[in-house]
Every structure is written in structure tokens, then in C-alpha cells.
T-cell receptor, first 114, second 111 residues
Framework: GAGVSQSPSNKVTEKGKDVELRCDPI?????LYWYRQRLGQGLEFLIY????????KSGLPSDRFSAERTGESVSTLTIQRTQQEDSAVYLC????????????FGSGTQLSVL | GENVEQHPSTLSVQEGDSAVIKCTYS??????FPWYKQELGKRPQLIID?????GEKKDQRIAVTLNKTAKHFSLHITETQPEDSAVYFC??????????FGAGTTVTVRA
């Protein structure tokens, strides 16, 4: 595709429900990143993939958060038993080179937990 | 891991004046320092980056300087225009390549 695509663009859920967020990176990009951005705040690192492997999962806020990537392409971020503090924009980015370089961001998924 | 601090948090400048944003980083293994611009409701976009083997880089009205010894880098915007109004984020890649971001600077250009 032309850019990084994320779906859904908006998600409203009830506290305690599970949600799955999807990211389609730019074709051929080997690295993929997930960040969380609360309203008016900076970008909080969650996890990154080099190929299908996640070298460091320490950024995930709790064990309710998990992520996977398959086929060196699509990635899903799953939040189980959502809490109100999970409300934020979840941004995905991909990079052709890795090393934290040249990230291209998607438009994000706005998650609202009621 | 890498820790990036960014100042100021807000910056208001008169159109035509210059704006300067400063960042410090903690991980001496960081070798890549990008700057992203995020307009209201939009995604962050890379505007300029610099590697550790370079001290300064310029692209039209924007420039970035890097002081590896002091572990700080700065963004300079000259001849500011209303379309420069946005949130600017600095970042550093750290030895683990996670790309850590500063908290952001909200720049407002007054007409």
C-alpha cells in the first residue's frame, strides 16, 4: 500500500472487554513499532518487531498487552480486559531499515474504554 | 534504556522569528536522532534526522545540531510561518534501537 494502514480508526469498548488493533506496514519494511499516545502527551514505546521477532517486550504496560507479527507483514496488538487507563491513540510505524530509523507512522487507532 | 528530555514544552514565536527546541539523551550508544512534526489530529511525520558522525544538518528553514560529548541536540526553525505551528518531538534510538521520544514541544507561530 501507499502507507501504513491501521484499523479500526476508532474503537469504543466497555471496560473488561478484549480489543484487537491491526497494523498493515508499508510493503517490504522489516521493522514495525507500536506506540501509545495519551491525549496531549508524548509517544510511549510499547514494542517493536524486527521481522517477526520482538527483541524487547519490556515496553508493554502489563501482561494484558500482547502483540504479534506474521509473515513479516501484518501486526496485531491485543489488549485483554481493557481498563479506562488504556484509553489512548495507538500508533503503529514501520521502517525499511530498523535501528529506529526512518519511521513512517499510521494514522492510529483511537481507543476509548468506557 | 534511553531517556530523552525535551525543552521547552511550549513555545510561542512571532511569524518570521526563529524557534529553537533542545533535547538531551542518556544512552551514549544512541547514534540516530530524528525530529518528528505532528499537526493537530494527524500522524507524526519525520522532518529531519541526524546521525552521530555529523554535527549539523540543514534542510531549507530547518536545521539540527548535535553535541555528542554533551549528549544534546537541537532543532532550529528559521523564518517561522503559520504552517510551522505543530507539536515537535525529538527522539534517540538508544543501543537497543527502540527509538525513545521526548515529551514534545507545542510550537505556536503568531501572525
Amino acid at each position: 500500500g501507499a502507507g501504513v494502514s491501521q484499523s479500526p480508526s476508532n474503537k469504543v469498548t466497555e471496560k473488561g472487554k478484549d480489543v484487537e488493533l491491526r497494523c498493515d506496514p508499508i510493503s517490504g519494511h522489516t521493522a514495525l513499532y507500536w506506540y501509545r499516545q495519551r491525549l496531549g502527551q508524548g509517544l510511549e514505546f510499547l514494542i517493536y518487531f524486527q521481522g517477526n521477532s520482538a527483541p524487547d517486550k519490556s515496553g508493554l504496560p502489563s501482561d494484558r498487552f500482547s502483540a504479534e507479527r506474521t509473515g513479516e507483514s501484518v501486526s496485531t496488538l491485543t489488549i485483554q480486559r481493557t481498563q479506562q487507563e488504556d484509553s489512548a491513540v495507538y500508533l503503529c510505524a514501520s521502517s525499511p531499515t530498523g535501528g529506529g530509523e526512518k519511521l513512517f507512522f499510521g494514522s492510529g487507532t483511537q481507543l476509548s474504554v468506557l | 534504556g534511553e531517556n530523552v528530555e525535551q525543552h521547552p514544552s511550549t513555545l510561542s514565536v512571532q511569524e518570521g522569528d526563529s524557534a529553537v527546541i533542545k533535547c538531551t539523551y542518556s544512552d551514549s550508544a544512541s547514534n540516530y536522532f530524528p525530529w518528528y512534526k505532528q499537526e493537530l489530529g494527524k500522524r507524526p511525520q519525520l522532518i529531519i534526522d541526524i546521525r552521530s558522525n555529523v554535527g549539523e544538518k540543514k534542510d531549507q528553514r530547518i536545521a539540527v545540531t548535535l553535541n555528542k560529548t554533551a549528549k544534546h541536540f537541537s532543532l532550529h526553525i528559521t523564518e517561522t510561518q503559520p504552517e510551522d505551528s505543530a507539536v515537535y518531538f525529538c527522539a534517540a534510538n538508544g543501543g537497543d534501537y527502540k527509538l525513545s521520544f521526548g515529551a514534545g514541544t507545542t510550537v505556536t507561530v503568531r501572525a
